[in-house]
């Protein structure tokens, strides 16, 4: 299986290193969100509302399931909540190497907003649930992950160098 696949937690890089981790390595790039939102015809925090969180986790297990079988030679940025459901643990690693991109909580502050453009933070004090949020999903991410990458203090060029490393030695692609 030749499919490298960010999980992390929202603000962690997974989309821009993911895109530039694929031109490098001449790779196609999918994010599940886009995806989702393209099939669904709908932005993500549009079906959130409309539907709300466990329908849209649905979508992901569902999107997750045809992917093992249509995704190949592809760099996949993976929706930070994809990785705790069991189940999507399970697929995620038979679709290929996954690496985890780790990030302090101050280091997610900086990079993410609550702009309405992640339903998952939308609401009162930011910090308090991306701590919450971070805290909860750590193991799920662990479990999943067959190589953790910090990106704190790494410009996206550096982490894709230490991914391309780190996936040369331990899988030879
Ligand atoms: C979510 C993360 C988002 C998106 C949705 C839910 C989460 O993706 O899937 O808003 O639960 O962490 P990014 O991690 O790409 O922001």
Do not use: W
Request: charged fraction near 30%.
């Amino acid at each position: 299986m030749d499919n490298l696949i960010l999980i992390g937690f929202m603000g962690a890089g997974k989309t821009t290193v993911g895109k530039l981790l694929a031109q490098e390595k001449g790779l196609h790039f999918v994010d599940t969100d886009d995806r989702i939102a393209a099939e669904q015809k709908q932005s993500i925090p549009d079906i959130f509302s409309e539907y709300g969180e466990p329908y849209f986790r649905d979508l992901e297990t569902d999107l997750l399931r045809r992917m093992q079988e249509d995704t190949r030679h592809s760099v996949i940025s993976v929706g930070g909540g994809m990785p705790v459901r069991e189940e999507n643990q399970r697929l995620l690693r038979a679709l290929g190497c996954v690496i985890y991109l780790t990030a302090e909580k101050e280091t997610i502050l900086g990079r993410v907003k609550s702009d309405g453009s992640r339903p998952m933070l939308n609401g009162e004090d930011l910090e308090q649930r991306v701590e919450r949020l971070m805290r909860e999903r750590e193991n799920s991410y662990r479990r999943t992950a067959h190589l953790c990458i910090r990106t704190d203090g790494r410009n996206i060029y550096q982490v894709a160098q230490i991914i391309r490393q780190e996936t040369r030695r331990i899988r030879g692609i």
